[in-house]
């Protein structure tokens, strides 16, 4: 540590002689859009040449967030917005010098990378609490993404809101034009002749990456941290009123198995009926319920080659599932950016209900979800039963969840999750807790308790996690741990009996000695990761990853180099890839280059390359993703990964191990796509392939077709395979 000390106080140096933004306070005086009341209705089609829209009032001039926080933007942006009985209306006009030739849009897919496109979004706080929002993002070819944030920390990033926008482009910028039913909006019920919401407008033009909004924020922070919110002011929207949301399916499949157990029918042809119903009770409050549920259209999973000692964690693409996982999303996992370290304990992970531990799906006979959010506390509960196949017998799960709001933005809650199943039942109990210090600490807390009745075993785990975050620089320290017998079978945890002790920091420099035409940061860190046996308190793995080059471009590239010397202690034998490494200890050092170029841009790439020692031998590998995207109807994704070994393990091996990917996005329109996903796997020998046509036919009613492929190379020679054809069509309709 002493000789890494000497990095800390150069990073530090040259933040100090940096002159840079500060975090500064929420304005008391808000800045406000007067929404104008009108009788009838708009043709919503980007172009905005109703008469109607003469009557809204214009809204004031935005600021800049980045680059230069608090300076006039460089391009305008005007807002309008009308309402009538039905509808909230709001016009966006994207001015840019440019025009048509300074957009940016890489694909049609909803819920978009946005790094990669243009956009603008509206964020609402129907309640005023300063802490829930609703955010509804387009880009200008009326692609939409939606969210839902609390305290600008928990997001439900798949949430799909019912809305409606069309876009146009012209020499002069875009426009977007939208229509947001009431019953989308979030609101109370008052006796106020008129309502004043929270309300912001935030804009990325992603040429420069310019980002403006009407009413600033620091930007280490997003749009959503509502109490840097302007106000929606005038509105006299209906009173909200309980309605419901019905969404029945029919699917048809047709399944085709070669070389299987002979118990396997070797084709099958199937029809299913079910669906889903959503009862907002009221403004607070709204249950969910499904029968004969059915994601055949998610999104297939991706395999990943593993060479660490974590287990790989698979993000849930079920959209029953992502709907207000927010609030059921207890835990401790790395971030974006790295920061916190790589544990990961989740007492609740999703995914272990209608699953297997293989991704392959096990049919799930009903279930229901009841959430309440207020601004004093928000808490509910998810029940399913899991239908018996084969082995697995007829499962019940059960999620109840509370927090407690209190102060500005801290909040304490617990957690329960019920697995029972006829051989045994596992409870896990969490109390967890986080805590706004100011504007830049904050503390995040939990501790767990597990218990088996199948095998009379308990388990305990924690965590600790501190942050502070500024405009120069972010610190973080967690502390965790996780006993032996800790078994959350409705949760994750990376691994267990460890004690995980993972402090950091990330400098973020924008001092005059960088050259801004080209690079916008220089963001050097360190992140260090100690972890101890829990049950012998000895050292089982130490990574010290030292980040000295870390640079942000102005049109969204990076480049970062790493050096990580570590030191692993195995106490059993670790078998990364199909190669066995004896029990003993290693020291060795690595290498990594994280590179990418605009991500914008027609043809764009990205790279994470890393070399060096690996345990008793050596390790080079790369990571490497080419996009070509013409125009955003067209999309085609190309990924290889290399791991290269040599002489490594109890065999002193020398192999590659590869995986290639293919990916391509094929769109008439925001509403009609053909996707298709290619992924061979070197060494597991298999080879899968989904092809996806898609067709929203009416908002958030859609029809699939879809084909699954997927085959193994297997013992005696033989390949095993399985294909799916499947067709679905569903139906939304709300009262």
């Not at 600008?152 to 809305?163: E, K, N, P």
């Not at 924020?217 to 005038?234: E, I």
Request: proline letters at 6%.
């Amino acid at each position: 540590m002493l000789r890494i000390l000497p990095f800390f106080f150069v990073c530090f140096a040259l933040c100090s002689f940096a002159q840079d933004a500060e975090i500064f306070k929420p304005d008391s005086v808000k800045k406000e859009i007067e929404a104008v009341q009108i009788t009838s209705s708009l043709r919503i089609d980007g172009v905005m040449n109703d008469a109607e829209w003469k009557l809204a009032k214009p809204s004031s001039r935005f600021t800049q967030i980045e680059p230069f926080q608090g300076k006039s933007p460089n391009h305008a942006t005007e807002v309008s917005v009308l309402y009538n009985r039905h509808y909230l209306y709001v016009g966006v006009f994207s001015r840019d010098s440019l025009g048509k030739k300074a957009i940016r849009a890489t694909d049609f897919k909803r819920d978009f990378n946005s790094r990669q496109h243009d956009l603008m979004g509206l964020v609402f706080d129907g309640f005023n609490d300063k802490r829930n929002a609703m955010s509804l993002i387009t880009n200008p070819y009326g692609v939409q993404r939606d969210l839902l944030s609390f305290d600008d920390l928990y997001y439900d990033i798949d949430w799909d809101g019912l809305w409606r926008v069309r876009t146009s482009r012209s020499d002069s910028g875009w426009v977007a034009e939208i229509a947001i039913p009431w019953q989308t909006l979030r609101y109370p019920k008052t006796d106020a002749p008129f309502q004043n919401w929270g309300f912001n407008v935030y804009r990325n033009r992603r040429l420069t990456n310019e980002q403006t909004a009407f009413s600033p924020y620091p930007r280490s922070f997003t749009a959503m941290r509502m109490d840097y919110a302007g106000v929606l002011k005038n509105l006299q929207p209906p009173p909200p009123k309980p309605n419901i949301r019905i969404l029945p399916y029919f699917l048809t499949a047709y399944d085709r198995f070669k070389n299987y157990d002979p118990s396997v029918k070797p084709e099958d042809t199937k029809f299913k009926i079910g669906g889903e119903l959503k009862w907002a009770i009221n403004p607070n409050a709204v249950l969910d319920l499904t029968t004969n549920t059915d994601f055949a259209q998610a999104d297939a999973d991706r395999q990943v080659n593993n060479v660490t000692r974590f287990s790989v964690f698979f993000p849930e693409r079920r959209p029953f599932f992502l709907e207000n996982a927010s609030l059921f999303g207890v835990g401790v996992g790395p971030n974006e950016d790295l920061s916190g370290g790589t544990m990961r304990v989740q007492p609740f992970f999703s995914r272990r209900i209608g699953l297997d531990d293989s991704g392959n799906p096990i049919p799930i006979d009903f279930g229901g979800r009841f959430v309440y959010r207020s601004l004093k506390r928000n808490y509910g509960a998810i029940v399913m039963r899991q239908r018996g196949v084969g082995d697995t017998p007829a499962t019940n799960f059960f999620v109840g969840r509370f927090s407690e709001n209190f102060g500005k933005q801290s909040r304490i809650g617990g957690l329960v999750t019920i697995k029972n199943r006829p051989d045994g039942t596992n409870i896990t109990s969490t109390l967890d807790g986080f805590f706004r210090l100011s504007a830049s600490h904050s503390l995040n807390t939990m501790v767990v308790h597990s218990a088996s009745t199948g095998t009379g075993k308990q388990g305990f785990s924690g965590f600790a996690q501190y942050y502070f975050t500024t405009n120069q620089l972010k610190i973080w320290w967690t502390q965790s741990i996780v006993t032996k017998d800790f078994n959350p079978e409705m949760g994750f945890v990376s691994r267990t009996d460890v004690i995980g002790t993972t402090p950091g920091i990330f400098f973020y420099n924008r001092g005059k000695w960088l050259p801004k035409k080209f690079i916008r940061a220089f963001e050097p860190g360190i992140m260090t990761e100690f972890y101890h046996q829990a049950s012998t308190g000895k050292l089982i793995e130490r990574q010290l990853n030292l980040n000295p080059v870390w640079f942000n471009f102005q049109n969204g590239g990076f480049l970062g180099y790493l050096i990580n010397p570590t030191f692993q202690r195995l106490t059993e034998p670790f078998e990364p890839l199909g190669i066995t490494i004896r029990e003993g200890d290693y020291n060795y050092v690595r290498h990594q280059i994280y590179a990418s170029t605009d991500p914008s841009q027609v043809l764009n790439f990205t790279m994470d390359y890393n070399w060096g020692t690996y345990f008793d031998g050596k390790l080079n590998a790369v990571d490497a993703k080419l996009q070509f995207a013409p125009l955003p109807h067209l999309s085609m994704t190309g990924r290889f990964n290399r791991n290269h070994f040599t002489n490594v393990g109890e065999a002193r091996t020398t192999t590659n191990v590869d995986l290639y990917s293919l990916e391509g996005r094929f769109a008439l329109n925001p509403r009609v796509q053909l996707i298709g996903f290619y992924q061979k796997n070197a060494g597991t020998k298999s080879q899968n392939y989904n092809v996806r046509l898609s067709w929203e036919y009416r908002p958030l009613s859609y029809i699939y077709v879809v084909f699954n492929h997927r085959g193994f190379d297997m013992v005696q020679l033989k390949k095993q395979t399985e294909d799916h054809v499947i067709a679905k069509i569903s139906y939304l309709k709300q009262f």
